[in-house]
């Protein structure tokens, strides 16, 4: 075996060397001057023998190569590694070099911990002290409680007044207090005697409530005695006998006045001392508040019945809409009514891009792009023959992947030839001036906008004349031309039928009356004649001003269906005219005209009317329970739909009634079928369907706001914990104020609007109007700056960005935050009932009914009453 297997290794040593002898053989065939000129080779041979060496050649170029790519890539790796290692030693000297800064910074954190513990103890036992009411036993009816005495203390060679407060009941004595407040200051019991505010010596074997009066005021001075034998004359005063009115016949005071003013020296003195620490004044006066009941109205089956509202909600919005299908639908057709196309009937190959440009040598300026009429007439001569009818059958064009419903529709609104100077306003005289002055100038003027009263109603004979020639004993089925005439005028009324209703651009409203041309989108298999006929009309409308000076407005429309994605389409494209610029502007809705005909449809639609069920729910039960709650609390049970609990509530049920009902009515009516001949019928003409397409995507709008009003309402469940209480009972507080601080920037952001709006108007498209300046400033606001700002005006470009800051974010911000601040600690310090706990038996009460709990109690209750929960 073991010479087998070595002559077999010899046999292949044998067959390796060959292999190389050959290829040493080849190599030498295939040597030879491969920059000989091709034309020197005279015969088959010697040609075939070039192919393979050029062959050859190609072969080891590739094999260099792939080894060049394997060293590259093996260099690489080797340089990743390298890099890697390189961050890591980085990273270990960057931790090392902060090593003792992070220490010192946890040291800090575990100081900072501990003071705020004891800082919260010691709150713990002032607020146990200053609110815990003892019990007292039953006095009498003729005698008043006394359980709190103030003591007023001035060190030695100190004007600050110490006031200490201390609890007695009805047997403590002044003598015991007194040694009490000696030990608290540390001075000698015997060197000092108490007073009340009246001047008057309190008794050592005496009752502390016998040194009061009834309505007297609680306070005691202590003060050092006066080792005197003589008596002072407020002691005598103070214990003078009580005379009757007719005695006092000197007019003098029945009352110690000295003690009087001592008191209001004192009283002042007490006061001043407050009013530079005024929030703990008020806190120390304020009462106990009433423990919060928030938590008894949250129940479990509300928050089950929520939950189930908002995977309902997000469901059936995630069918009715599925990620991307619409985007995409749309995008189809917007990368091609927004292509540049090369300015030849006969498109040569020339690229052009295929963006929000303008006009280049060769090629035409997308829609977006348009300025002049000029280029529209381009767009329209060129692009739009591109987009609908390309010259190759095999070229790609809107109609691939879409099919293309019935008629593009073509609506032109004109204003009147003026009369004179019937449209110049306010700069009529000056026009009549010139028209009939020294200059003789023939100046008119051109209303603005169009409106009833501003609109062209007469045709264009010259284009009526020629559209009735042109369409005369032609078949409708095999012409590209509709049934409207561009050169007669066609009124609103006429076109309600055929859905056309006002339309809102950039610049104005338009209703649907106007000039119109229809052109059929898809042709028939090897119709050459459309773009031919198109372009023939272009031709015979830019002769007789179809566009011309009165023109105002210029607007394309029409229908798709993607059968791709299952959704329709309705493409609106509108060149304003304005001062001779064109201002072009775009909309693509997709929509579907029914939603109540497939299985999945169906299933949508009932869960449309559960949610509608949990909408009644919320709107009886829910509702009346809190506004019980709030009577129970003593408010007004209207105060719940002004919260934010109440907003959501009616806001969710208001907006699901809306998207059931208003599908119902629109949406579930007549079948596709229905639409589909309505939208393809060539006798009826273009029919268009932008109004029920805005519904159907006005109905999602308000889908999303069910979910927003549902998320926000299942925040208020989590103050069942009450951290998060006390954070949304601060927000709320906070709220009030920042409706008032609101009420005071409106005027100065709407002054800063005006501002922008008046100084760049006249230069920037972006500043035109107030609507497009209000936009514009918020938009300035967060840091996107108009480039037309910086370039007519720097230092008023500067001024308004550093005011936008000023007003905006350095002031409105930052006052905003503190009213957030304040109001989080005004919360954390009035609201002191310690938070609940939550044990097995509140947890059962809380999450089952009250005839389940007593059932649970009955089965599992221990026998004797001491063991009840």
Known sequence: RGGSAQGGTLLEEFGMLADKSLAVEEEDEFDGNLDEDPKDIDNVEKARLRIRQLDHERA??????????????????????????????????????????????????????????????????????????????????????????????????????????????????????????????????????????????????????????????AQLRLEDKKWSTETLEEELKAIQP?????????????????????????????????????????????????PSEHASKIKLRDIIIYLILVVLSYAVYSARRPDGQSYWARKGIEDFILMQSEKDFNPQGTICPWSDGVATEGCVAPFTGLRTSDDLWDWMNYTVPQIFWPNDENALKLGTYNALLGYLNIRVKHVKYANGTEFCGESRDYVEWMREGPLQRNVTCLAKLVDPSTERTDNFKNISAYWQQVTAGIDSEAEVRGTQNP?????????????????????????????????????????????????????????????????????????????????????????????????????????????????????????????????????????????????????????????????????????????????????????????????????????????????????????????????????????????????????????????LLSMVFVPVVASLVVLTFKQMGPFSTSFYDFKNSLISFFLMVFGYSSLEVKEQDVVFAATAAFGMYLVVTFLMANIFRSILVDAHYVVQLTSAQPSEKWDAQRLRSWALPGPCVGIYQAIFAPSTSDGRD
């Open 487 to 739: 050169g007669n005028f066609t009124a609103k009324e006429a076109t309600l039928g055929q859905g056309v209703g006002y339309i809102h651009g950039a610049l104005s409203s338009y209703d649907g009356g106007g000039y119109n041309v229809d052109y059929r989108m898809e042709l028939a298999a090897g119709d050459v004649t459309g773009p031919t006929s198109f372009r023939a009309d272009l031709d015979v409308l830019r002769q007789n001003y179809w566009l011309g000076p009165t023109a105002r407005v210029v607007i394309f429309e029409f229908n798709s269906y993607n059968h791709n994605y299952d959704f329709w389409a309705t493409t609106r494209l509108m060149a304003e005219m304005h001062g001779g610029i064109v201002h072009p502007s775009y909309s693509i809705q997709t929509f579907l005209p029914r939603v109540y005909e497939t299985e999945a449809e169906l299933t949508e639609t009932y869960i449309d009317y559960v949610r509608v069920c949990i909408g009644i729910y919320i709107l009886v039960f829910v509702g009346w329970l809190e506004r019980q709650h709030k009577i129970r609390n003593h408010k007004a049970g209207f105060y719940y739909h002004i919260t934010l609990t109440g907003i959501t509530d009616m806001g969710m049920v208001a907006c699901m009634l809306i998207t059931t009902f208003w599908r119902a009515v629109y949406f579930q009516q007549e079948t596709t079928n229905f639409y589909l001949l309505k939208a393809t019928s060539l006798s009826g003409g273009f029919h268009s369907f932008y109004d029920i397409a805005t519904d159907y995507n006005t109905i999602f709008m308000i889908d999303g706001l069910v979910m927003a009003f549902v998320m926000y309402r299942m925040i208020s469940f989590f103050r069942l914990h009450h951290k998060v209480y006390l954070l949304w009972h601060a927000l709320g507080e906070a709220l009030k104020a920042f409706v």
């Open 242 to 290: 009580k005379r009757g009115t007719r005695s006092n016949k000197g007019g003098k005071p029945k009352f110690n006045a000295d003690g009087v003013g001592d008191v209001q020296r004192f009283g002042d003195n007490y006061f001043g001392q407050l009013k530079k620490m005024g929030g703990i004044y008020f806190l120390l006066k304020l009462r106990d508040i009433k």
């Open 60 to 217: 080891r170029s590739m094999d260099y190569e792939k080894r060049l790519m394997r060293k590259l890539h093996m260099l690489e790796t080797d340089l990743a590694s390298r890099r890697e290692e390189v961050e890591g030693l980085q990273r270990s000297l960057q931790l090392e070099r902060n090593k003792s800064h992070e220490e010192y910074l946890i040291e800090k954190r575990e100081r900072d911990s501990k003071a705020a513990t004891q800082e919260e103890r010691v709150r713990e036992y002032l607020s146990e002290v200053l609110y815990a009411q003892p019990k007292q036993s039953g006095e009498s009816s003729g005698e008043f409680e006394l359980d709190t005495v103030v003591l007023s203390f001035v060190k030695a060679r100190e004007s600050f007044r110490y006031n200490l407060a201390f609890r007695v009941d009805t047997g403590t004595t002044v003598n015991e207090l007194r040694a009490s407040a000696c030990k608290y200051w540390g001075v000698s019991p015997d060197s000092y005697i108490l007073r009340t505010m009246a001047n008057n010596k309190c008794q050592d074997d005496s009752r502390v409530k016998d040194c009061f009066k009834q309505g007297e005021i």
